[in-house]
């Protein structure tokens, strides 16, 4: 039998979740951010589930994803209502957990073709 490496065909690999920050590819990311698999947000506003207001998702609407993944650090921790109402009114879907399963979810999505963003919380 053979084997062959697949390659993604997306830009962004979620490959670490740490005390320091979070690994994309290569780089760790030491502050909030919002991620495609095409497109890197970098410096996004909130730094906690507590700072997040419903102004702050129009940087994730403008990536039009079909479902947002929140990765809110080493807990899952829900948004205020009116927060998530922001996407759910909108017809996007929202999953709120924990940093490291928000990871590994956005990979499997990815490769899976799927409209999927995420939008990290990492504390300053």
Known sequence: MQLSQ???DFIYVLRGISAEGVLVNQETLRASFLLTPHQLVPDWRPASVDELQPADMAALLALEPSLVLLGTGPRQRFPAPAVMA??????????VMDSAAAARTFNVLATEGRKVA?????PG
Do not use: H, Q, S
């Open 6 to 8: 697949e390659n993604p």
């Open 86 to 95: 922001a996407l759910l009114t909108r017809g996007i879907g929202l999953e």
């Open 118 to 122: 995420a939008a990290f919380l990492v």
